[in-house]
């Protein structure tokens, strides 16, 4: 049942390794596929090609002035321009509102950037010829004027994207950039609810979009312990699963467009496909400088926001957890939904993501978002990909490598971060 605060999801926008359209990842995962390829990216004390593959995508006319900016937007920021791009597509260009009502939040999770890659060239340039591994400064300096990308430190911002949809879609209302880790998607969209339930806005964009798939990064994250050892290769990631070991990086970009019930009306659209019941962020440990996890990283959240809506667990058809493949990350966050659940447990499906598209970073939670709508309106969610059997004491929880039928239309999709930062929005499918 929709509740009166509900707000109104009119688009949708999402790229990933599965496909370039919100339809052809739904399709996708329908089918059990994963886009977790080998990259070849060389070799290095964990499996660095265990990424997933990289998505070029179609940009659009604009005029000549915006489109010479389109060189600020480094590999992610142009997964999420093209996220956005699909959501907007959603509702038309004849909405009627105006610029100053139009909000914009976009939350970045990226890395694209991260290392010294832009230098290569030119510092292969000055060894060649020398005889030796020695770098000439002189002739160092000279090639970094030719070979080096003049606008390397500004392609590392992380509000570009924020910029450069604010001035092509003309996004004049309120506005921030976010720059999280997992759950920034869901604080753009909470953002972004907001502006509309308080009468900031007609309409509002939350965009999320991560690349983690840089060889830096790979390492960073292997040191924190959080990769999987890729034994197995793709079917590796095994979220939920007794045998987890981690997650395996992977890319793109997430758009959803919330509207007024004003614009609704204005529009002529008949029936939005779902709606935004509410929202809940949390912190779930007392240091923000910890990287374990709280023995219930998410039990909060969830909570709060079925309280927000005013519905139990029962009164859901599915619930989507983070999912991230770690060990004590998974096992906290099944104690969790255990104790949200309650006598729920046996009648509500669980259903981990993640295993199709890799970690995406703050893409990720409205990703899943975009896909439990597509399979909640067909009332059965596929199974998690690759889970066969979850530590004994989680047994009464409903997870299943098979399809599942739903009882109800309304889902809560969770989310959380290193430090215990906790994001979970429900959602009403029409």
Same mark, same amino acid.
């Given at each position: 049942?929709?509740?009166?605060?509900?707000?109104?999801?009119?688009?949708?926008?999402?790229?990933?390794?599965?496909?370039?359209?919100?339809?052809?990842?739904?399709?996708?995962?329908?089918?059990?596929?994963?886009?977790?390829?080998?990259?070849?990216?060389?070799?290095?004390?964990?499996?660095?090609?265990?990424?997933?593959?990289?998505?070029?995508?179609?940009?659009?006319?604009?005029?000549?002035?915006?489109?010479?900016?389109?060189?600020?937007?480094?590999?992610?920021?142009?997964?999420?321009?093209?996220?956005?791009?699909?959501?907007?597509?959603?509702?038309?260009?004849?909405?009627?509102?105006?610029?100053?009502?139009?909000?914009?939040?976009?939350? /970045?999770?990226? %890395?694209?950037? &991260?290392?010294?890659?832009?230098?290569?060239?030119?510092?292969?340039?000055? +060894? =060649? *010829?020398? @005889?030796?591994?020695?770098?000439?400064?002189?002739?160092?300096?000279?090639?970094?004027?030719?070979?080096?990308?003049?606008?390397?430190?500004?392609?590392?911002?992380?509000?570009?994207?924020?910029?450069?949809?604010?001035?092509?879609?003309?996004?004049?209302?309120?506005?921030?950039?976010?720059?999280?880790?997992?759950?920034?998607?869901?604080?753009?969209?909470?953002?972004?609810?907001?502006?509309?339930?308080?009468?900031?806005?007609?309409?509002?964009?939350?965009?999320?979009?991560?690349?983690?798939?840089?060889?830096?990064?790979?390492?960073?994250?292997?040191?924190?312990?959080?990769?999987? /050892?890729?034994? %197995?290769?793709? &079917?590796?990631?095994?979220?939920?699963?007794?045998?987890?070991?981690?997650? +395996? =990086? *992977?890319? @793109?970009?997430?758009?959803?467009?919330?509207?007024?019930?004003?614009?609704?009306?204005?529009?002529?659209?008949?029936?939005?496909?779902?709606?935004?019941?509410?929202?809940?962020?949390?912190?779930?440990?007392?240091?923000?400088?910890?990287?374990?996890?709280?023995?219930?990283?998410?039990?909060?959240?969830?909570?709060?926001?079925?309280?927000?809506?005013?519905?139990?667990?029962?009164?859901?058809?599915?619930?989507?957890?983070?999912?991230?493949?770690?060990?004590?990350?998974?096992?906290?966050?099944?104690?969790?939904?255990?104790?949200?659940?309650?006598?729920?447990?046996?009648?509500?499906?669980?259903?981990?993501?993640?295993?199709?598209?890799?970690?995406?970073?703050?893409?990720?939670?409205?990703?899943? +978002?975009?896909?439990?709508?597509?399979?909640?309106?067909?009332?059965?969610?596929?199974?998690?990909?690759?889970?066969?059997?979850?530590?004994?004491?989680?047994?009464?929880?409903?997870?299943?490598?098979?399809?599942?039928?739903?009882?109800?239309?309304?889902?809560?999709?969770?989310?959380?971060?290193?430090?215990?930062?906790?994001?979970?929005?429900?959602?009403?499918?029409?």
């Amino acid at each position: 049942m929709i509740n009166s605060d509900a707000i109104p999801l009119v688009g949708m926008g999402l790229i990933t390794s599965l496909g370039r359209q919100t339809a052809e990842n739904h399709e996708a995962v329908k089918e059990g596929r994963t886009g977790i390829r080998h990259l070849h990216r060389g070799e290095g004390p964990f499996h660095l090609q265990c990424g997933a593959p990289s998505l070029d995508p179609v940009i659009p006319p604009m005029p000549k002035k915006l489109h010479s900016q389109m060189k600020f937007l480094n590999r992610g920021a142009r997964l999420g321009f093209h996220a956005a791009l699909e959501a907007l597509s959603c509702l038309g260009e004849d909405h009627g509102v105006p610029p100053e009502r139009r909000a914009l939040f976009v939350a /970045s999770g990226d %890395h694209t950037q &991260a290392g010294c890659e832009f230098m290569l060239p030119a510092m292969k340039d000055a +060894i =060649a *010829g020398s @005889g030796s591994s020695r770098i000439d400064q002189a002739k160092l300096n000279q090639c970094a004027m030719s070979r080096v990308n003049p606008f390397f430190l500004l392609d590392s911002l992380q509000n570009n994207l924020f910029s450069f949809l604010s001035a092509h879609c003309q996004f004049m209302g309120p506005n921030t950039s976010l720059a999280s880790f997992s759950p920034g998607g869901g604080h753009a969209l909470e953002l972004a609810a907001r502006s509309i339930r308080f009468g900031q806005a007609d309409m509002a964009l939350a965009v999320g979009y991560g690349s983690w798939i840089n060889e830096i990064s790979l390492y960073e994250l292997h040191g924190l312990g959080l990769l999987s /050892s890729c034994r %197995h290769g793709a &079917a590796s990631y095994r979220p939920l699963d007794r045998g987890r070991d981690g997650f +395996i =990086a *992977g890319e @793109g970009g997430a758009a959803l467009l919330l509207v007024s019930p004003r614009v609704v009306k204005e529009a002529g659209l008949q029936s939005p496909p779902a709606f935004l019941q509410g929202t809940g962020n949390c912190i779930e440990t007392a240091s923000s400088h910890s990287i374990r996890v709280p023995r219930d990283v998410t039990f909060r959240v969830m909570q709060k926001t079925l309280e927000v809506c005013g519905m139990n667990a029962e009164d859901l058809g599915c619930l989507i957890p983070h999912g991230s493949g770690s060990r004590d990350g998974d096992r906290s966050e099944l104690n969790s939904i255990l104790k949200v659940l309650g006598d729920a447990a046996k009648k509500v499906p669980v259903w981990g993501l993640k295993a199709h598209t890799g970690h995406m970073g703050a893409a990720s939670d409205l990703a899943e +978002i975009i896909l439990g709508i597509e399979a909640v309106r067909e009332q059965r969610i596929p199974g998690t990909l690759h889970f066969e059997q979850t530590e004994p004491e989680f047994l009464p929880l409903r997870i299943s490598s098979a399809p599942q039928r739903l009882r109800r239309s309304s889902f809560l999709s969770v989310s959380y971060g290193i430090g215990g930062q906790s994001s979970a929005a429900v959602i009403e499918v029409k």
